[in-house]
Nanobody, 123 residues
């Protein structure tokens, strides 16, 4: 089983920045796509960003392109999400998830999830 622990959430003003971290346990961390999802009240969970095992490929939702950066440090079994210029509508619980060993980004491809970390952006 893979265990994921997110951290770095909190309260920020609109236009501010946060850096989320996700620490993973288990072997072969570098073999797996990792993703960040978010879910706001009353909305479905959506993929924000993803990164392939060695960082060769990345994906960003259109709404966050140019503002968010996903990265990973495989030596530390950790994936990050740098979020800049945050907007109030991005208030949500942010989840880290483990994907597959191939570039598959459908939610069903992410089998292991963290507990989430709350991000609140005030206006």
């Amino acid at each position: 089983q893979v265990q994921l622990v997110e951290s770095g959430g909190g309260l920020v003003q609109a236009g501010g920045s946060l850096r989320l971290s996700c620490a993973a346990s288990g072997r072969s961390f570098s073999s797996y796509t990792m993703g960040w999802f978010r879910q706001a009240p009353g909305k479905e969970r959506g993929l924000v960003a993803a990164i392939s095992g060695t960082g060769t490929w990345t994906y960003y939702a259109d709404s966050v392109k140019g503002r968010f950066t996903i990265s990973r440090d495989n030596a530390k079994n950790t994936v990050y999400l740098q979020m800049n210029s945050l907007k109030p509508e991005e208030t949500a619980n942010y989840y880290c998830a483990v994907g597959s060993t191939t570039w598959r980004l459908h939610p069903a491809s992410f089998a292991s999830w963290g507990q989430g970390t709350q991000v609140t952006v005030s206006s």
